[in-house]
């Protein structure tokens, strides 16, 4: 089931009109997770930091530079297969992003998937993440 969904985002990954886009499905993997800046060791991240500092993509190996990245929304009906994926350029959403604002709740758990990070001209996919938005 996990392998039906990730592929689901994988097409939903590469259906963004007028973006410089990467089909991160042709990279090679790489094993190591990415993060967003002010979470917890729990994976847990204040629903206030996300509305002040938006999700920002961080990585362990500065030397690799962050193209792109998606991430899935909870669309709150609790069917398994309502969500929301959308494709954001560079490592950051901004804190004022409407779709961002719109989209999250506290006690939503959210996705990081499809993220192409670039070294040396060279581009790799790394594994989803994933985390919690609490009060």
Known sequence: MKIS?????????????????VDPSKLPFVLYKPSISGINS???ISIVMVFEQG????????TFKVVQFNVVYDC??????????????GDKVDAKDDFLRKRI?????????????????????MKEFSFTVIN
Not at 55 to 62: A, C, E, T
């Open 42 to 44: 729990q994976n847990e």
């Open 55 to 62: 999700l920002k993509v961080i990585l362990d190996d500065k």
């Open 76 to 89: 709150h009906s609790r069917s398994l297969f309502d969500f929301t994926a959308k494709r954001y350029l």
């Open 105 to 125: 709740l506290a006690g939503d758990l959210m996705d990081i998937v499809n993220t192409v990070i670039e070294k040396g001209g060279v581009r790799y996919r």
């Open 5 to 21: 969904i990730s592929i689901s985002l994988i097409l939903l990954s590469m259906i963004v009109v007028g973006q410089q886009v």
